[in-house]
């Protein structure tokens, strides 16, 4: 589950080192000052998933790095996102510390957020969770005792 | 920091049952099947970052219940954007197991994603990251490295 594979202790550090183009062993774990053997495992688990991929740093050298695939790169809106939230809710007196720009127009991008098909920002009590065609029974049940509480 | 906040174990499983609309110790204890002093460790951990917050059941009440605060909230667009996320790239053959549909209009909502500010969609190649008024030496530093590594 997507929630169990991202929120596990160093991994979202990893994933933020690789988008700052962080490839080998030795980058991650001087930008991080994480054990060897923690970050062993979890490169090894993120590559299992598929987030990561390694891969011989030239043709035929011993040597490998590691680097975002597809579905990993596609995790850069969740670190984004996450980004600037702490921007809008973690004390820092002097600002923001990264600025994320559209490189062509030399703008500053929006706000991630949550919107209709239309562009509409959606906020969360305007939304309803129902199931989709892969919900489980036990899913189905828990959306139809919160759709019973209007409160939430 | 906002990633390490976040991306702790057990913390993103308890928001999103949050989310989902458990308030009491019970509630989160019996859907995640967390150990009790665990999970107290996280709800205070939550309450003490200002995420959750502890309230009397009702006014008076010696029993309380944790909710979200406007901080916690804002969190939604993260928990949506991972289960997007999941949806597009965990093998699920059935389809998504949960759809989030704007009440007023019962529409689907768009994947969050990166925007520019007139709505365009930004892809990773297309940006670049600079320093803001809050940024510290060494994150000057990170992001010099990576604007003289073109391949990023």
Redesign the interface.
């Known amino acids: 589950?997507?929630?169990?594979?991202?929120?596990?202790?160093?991994?979202?550090?990893i994933l933020?080192e690789a988008?700052?183009?962080s490839r080998r062993f030795e980058d991650f774990q001087k930008?991080l000052g994480i054990a060897r053997n923690i970050l062993t495992t979890r490169l090894n688990k993120l590559c299992e998933k598929?987030i990561l991929e390694r891969t011989p740093i030239k043709e035929g050298a011993k040597r490998h790095e590691y680097r975002l695939t597809p579905?990993g790169?596609?995790?850069?809106?969740?670190?984004?996102?996450?980004?600037q939230?702490?921007d809008?809710?973690?004390q820092?007196?002097?600002?923001?510390?990264?600025?994320?720009?559209?490189?062509?127009?030399g703008?500053?991008?929006?706000d991630?957020?949550?919107?209709?098909?239309d562009?509409r920002e959606?906020k969360?009590r305007?939304?309803?969770?129902?199931?989709?065609?892969?919900?489980?029974d036990e899913?189905i049940e828990?959306?139809r005792?919160?759709s019973d509480?209007p409160e939430?």
């Open positions: 589950m997507a929630l169990e594979l991202i929120g596990e202790g160093w991994t979202i550090l933020r988008f700052f183009g930008h598929g579905m790169r596609d995790l850069h809106t969740i670190l984004i996102a996450l980004n939230w702490g809008r809710w973690l820092n007196t002097e600002g923001a510390p990264i600025k994320f720009i559209e490189r062509t127009t703008e500053e991008i929006m991630v957020a949550v919107l209709s098909k562009g959606i969360p305007d939304l309803t969770l129902i199931p989709g065609p892969g919900a489980t899913t828990r959306l005792l919160l509480n939430k």
